[in-house]
């Protein structure tokens, strides 16, 4: 038996950071001028594992105060059961919203913990059902310039060679639609002739809005819409995914399995999304995969793409794995053994890393750390 198979877990530390963007974003329904990440460590065996969760620093107390004891104790290698035992903990305090990031983050950290107690990456120990991990580029912000949308698009297509870049539009909650056309337009123009083009409306129109939209956005060859109505809109979405030409996308916000099998049975979507980093972390993003399986649809994996990359090579209705600005900017500075998307894909694993294969520069994250009351330990 290797060494620190039936190790327990001894302790959780949570740490927060906030990095300033670097330049004023905003989508069709919110602006922003930095990201949070909540980072939990999970020490067992004389090793750690990482995960992490974006959204706000008050996440970092769910961990202490409401999923430590849960988890502490337990034989390391058990991460389905941690993650059960966590879910059953927040019954009362509530599943949705930072509590489920809260859970992702540790349930994350402990697979990349499993995977350095066994010496394995982690696409290894889950089985790998491809070599590579497709990607789209991600940002385009509303708040962007003309030049910048331009330099960006252009360094994901033509620069780095990704195939597939996205922007936001859905502007002032759907009130600059002719500005919305006019970028899509533009970038459509910045892009490679064979290069797919996608929009993300984060809920900006309304039903009717959208299917117009939708025609428009046809003709200028995208292919896909994502929440072109608010994702809690499920007959909405399902009468804009019956009208439109481009695929409707979303899924993002789902912050447990009920969730995915309600929008996927639904007819909602053509590509299910589901975020590792809110959803329940690879444990439930795994199952929520699954669930698009059965009923046909692939899955697009959500922001966050290093927490991502290994689950996305384990299943095979994998359509591609969102490579977003805000959060590639932070990873790649915050963790040795960031990937590469050159090409348009990922190969993860290959290196022989375990776990995620990352770790963490103190050095590089320290000067954006937020204080913790307690110091972030449980």
């Given at each position: 038996?290797?060494?620190?198979?039936?190790?327990?877990?001894?302790?959780?530390e949570v740490s927060v950071y906030t990095v300033p963007t670097d330049a004023p974003e905003a989508d069709g329904t919110l602006a922003w001028n930095s990201t949070t990440m909540v980072l939990a460590q999970v020490f067992a065996g004389g090793v750690n594992g990482l995960g992490w969760t974006y959204g706000a620093a008050a996440t970092a107390q769910v961990i202490t105060d409401q999923l430590a004891e849960a988890v502490v104790g337990r034989r390391a290698?058990?991460?389905?059961?941690?993650?059960?035992?966590?879910?059953?903990?927040?019954?009362?305090?509530?599943r949705p919203?930072?509590?489920?990031?809260?859970?992702?983050?540790?349930?994350i950290a402990l697979w990349d913990l499993k995977g350095h107690l066994l010496g394995l990456p982690l696409v290894s120990l889950l089985g790998a059902a491809r070599q590579e991990v497709p990607v789209y580029g991600s940002g385009?912000?509303?708040?962007?310039?003309?030049?910048?949308?331009?330099?960006?698009?252009?360094?994901?297509?033509?620069?780095?060679?990704?195939?597939?870049?996205?922007?936001?539009?859905g502007e002032s909650w759907g009130h600059n639609t002719s500005r919305d056309l006019a970028r899509t337009s533009a970038a459509r123009a910045s892009i490679a002739d064979d290069a797919e083009l996608y929009v993300d409306a984060n809920g900006g129109y309304t039903r009717k809005q959208a299917i117009r939209i939708g025609a428009a956005l046809a003709n200028l060859g995208v292919s896909w819409f994502e929440e072109p109505v608010s994702s809690d809109d499920l007959p909405g979405l399902r009468q804009v995914r019956d009208t439109v030409q481009p695929d409707v996308a979303?899924?993002?916000?789902?912050?447990?399995?009920?969730?995915?099998?309600?929008?996927?049975?639904?007819?909602?979507?053509d590509c299910l999304q589901a975020d590792i980093t809110r959803?329940?972390?690879?444990?439930?993003?795994?199952?929520?995969?699954?669930?698009?399986?059965?009923?046909?649809l692939d899955i697009s994996g959500h922001?966050?793409?290093?927490?991502?990359?290994?689950?996305?090579?384990?299943?095979?209705?994998?359509?591609?794995?969102?490579?977003?600005?805000?959060h590639v900017r932070i990873e790649q500075l915050f963790f040795d053994g960031a990937l590469d998307p050159a090409g348009g894909s990922l190969t993860v694993g290959a290196d022989g890393r375990p776990g995620?294969?990352?770790?963490?520069?103190?050095?590089?994250?320290?000067?954006?750390?937020?204080?913790l009351r307690n110091g972030g330990t449980a």
């Open positions: 038996m290797t060494l620190g198979q039936d190790a327990a877990i001894e302790r959780i290698l058990d991460v389905p059961g941690a993650n059960e035992a966590m879910s059953r903990a927040v019954r009362n305090a509530g919203g930072l509590v489920a990031g809260a859970i992702s983050a540790v349930d385009g912000f509303t708040t962007y310039s003309d030049e910048q949308l331009e330099r960006q698009l252009r360094h994901w297509n033509r620069e780095q060679g990704i195939p597939r870049v996205k922007i936001k539009i979303a899924g993002e916000y789902g912050y447990d399995l009920p969730y995915f099998a309600r929008m996927a049975t639904a007819g909602a979507v959803c329940g972390g690879v444990t439930v993003w795994l199952r929520a995969a699954a669930t698009a399986q059965a009923l046909g922001c966050a793409p290093h927490a991502h990359a290994h689950a996305a090579a384990a299943v095979p209705n994998l359509r591609h794995l969102e490579w977003f600005h805000d995620l294969g990352l770790e963490l520069r103190h050095d590089r994250a320290e000067r954006y750390r937020v204080p």
